[in-house]
């Protein structure tokens, strides 16, 4: 009776139609994490797929612009494949030394898009490096990444001293011991700080997600790629609060620090090639091109110093901004002037001058 009850049951219902399950990206993994395209080396992403469905890897430079594409021509079975970017733009040309992320789309045969995408729930995060040392006679500084990163790298004065040289801004690094050159001096050329006693390497850094790829060797500067591709298909990133100082979340373009000029007056008289300051002087911050730009876009404050001492600081900025120094507590003699801007988004730019003090009731 049991068993009649339940079959009149089962017989009576309207059975709903399953929902089809679009297709999965999973167990992704490329065979390496460099590669040089003027070697020929080529990177294969291998994945799986859960069932039928048309496969594209995605190549994005640091600014989110899709630089490659490699489409699967066609639709993939379930199961494991590999498809493969020889380190080329969509122009067939090498890429730039840099670092760029892959993801994985996928069309099954719902119609319903798939992407694997790591960029924006892994790296980004505010990374410590180990062991910064500065080998004053190897003319390097090493240092120690826990993970692939972004980084900076500046130098200046102890005790809240002026900043005097960013050594390298934002670049790409790999994982493990780091070694960058550096020949002592500061932005402008005046100083040579190798062995000054109060000197200050600040290395910041922040991760680089887990689909990462690093393209050619060690780039000092950040590279992009131009012109673009035209109409650019920008990645659909994650929206994120925006937090100040977090360099991750800024645009790649202008993520780095400004370069500056510190100018002083024309007609100055100058002693053994240098210009001689003889009372109050109109010192004057200046910026130029695409750095003036980026700094005009945004909230700063200038800070003056002499040998490295505070002088001055003014809560807003703007440029060209000028202060009036007045040098009569100064020594007579020479004596370096060094300008730091200093950005509320952790954006600086540094500019020093070498200069001779002459007091006017001084007979030398």
């Known amino acids: 009776m049991t068993t009649r009850i339940a079959f009149v049951a089962l017989y009576g219902c309207v059975l709903a139609p399953i929902a089809h399950a679009s297709v999965t990206i999973a167990d992704v993994r490329p065979d390496r994490t460099r590669l040089d395209p003027a070697r020929h080396e080529v990177v294969a992403i291998s994945f799986q797929l859960s069932e039928p469905a048309s496969t594209v890897l995605h190549v994005y430079d640091g600014r989110g612009i899709e630089i490659r594409h490699i489409d699967s021509q066609g ?17 067939g040309k090498d890429v730039p030394s840099e670092a760029y992320a892959y993801t994985l789309s996928a069309k099954g045969q719902d119609g319903q898009p798939v992407t694997y995408d790591l960029t924006d729930v892994t790296g980004g995060d505010e990374l410590v490096p180990r062991d910064v040392k500065w080998d004053a006679a190897a003319g390097r500084v090493s240092y120690v990444l826990d993970k692939p990163a972004r980084v900076n790298i500046r130098v200046g004065l102890q005790n809240d001293g002026p900043l005097l040289r960013t050594l390298i801004d934002w670049v790409p690094r790999t994982d493990g011991l780091q ?5 002592g001096f500061d932005a402008s050329r005046v100083l040579n700080l190798a062995a000054h006693p109060s000197l200050v390497v600040a290395v910041s850094a922040f991760s680089l997600p887990d689909n990462t790829l690093f393209v050619g060797s060690p780039p000092t500067t950040v590279q992009v790629i131009d012109p673009l591709p035209d109409p650019p298909v920008r990645r659909t990133a994650a929206l994120r609060v ?7 979340q800024q645009p790649m373009e202008s993520r780095g620090d400004y370069l500056i000029q510190l100018q002083l007056p024309t007609g100055l008289r100058t002693r053994g090639g240098l210009p001689v300051i003889e009372g109050p002087t109109p010192l004057t911050i200046e910026s130029g091109g695409e750095d003036r730009a980026r700094v005009v876009a945004r909230r700063f404050e200038p800070v003056y110093f002499v040998d490295g001492q505070f002088l001055f600081e003014n809560e807003t900025g703007f440029l060209p901004m000028t202060w009036v120094w007045d040098p009569g507590t100064t020594s007579e003699g ?12 952790g954006n600086f730019g540094m500019a020093t001058r070498k200069v001779y003090v002459r007091h006017p009731d001084s007979k030398k």
Do not use: C
Not at 75 to 91: N, Y
């Open 75 to 91: 639709e993939l079975a379930p199961g494991q494949h590999e498809l493969r970017w020889d380190g080329r733009d969509w122009r």
């Open 334 to 345: 020479i004596h370096y002037l060094t300008v730091n801007l200093r950005g509320y988004e």
């Open 242 to 248: 925006k937090h100040m100082y977090d360099h991750s």
């Open 179 to 183: 070694s960058e050159v550096w020949d």
